[in-house]
């Protein structure tokens, strides 16, 4: 069983250079918490979000490098 799935624009985000390859790890984060379940339609739901996608780039950003 599936989660879902999510969808990047590759020729969008390859635009950006390394600051592309950023947005686009923050973008799979961000649909990938969709997934899971979270979602951002309150102040605190987004805060909750923003912090853990902030968390998880980092971490991802440490493994990429």
């Given at each position: 069983?599936s989660?879902?799935e999510v969808y990047l ?8 250079g ?10 799979a ?10 979602h951002h ?11 853990l996608e902030d968390?998880?780039?980092w ?7």
């Amino acid at each position: 069983s599936s989660l879902g799935e999510v969808y990047l624009n590759q020729s969008f985000i390859g635009r950006g250079g390394r600051r592309g390859r950023e947005e686009g790890t923050r973008l799979a984060i961000h649909g990938t918490l969709h997934l899971l379940g979270y979602h951002h339609s309150g102040k605190r739901d987004t805060m909750r979000m923003e912090k853990l996608e902030d968390i998880l780039f980092w971490r991802c950003e440490h493994v990429i490098s």
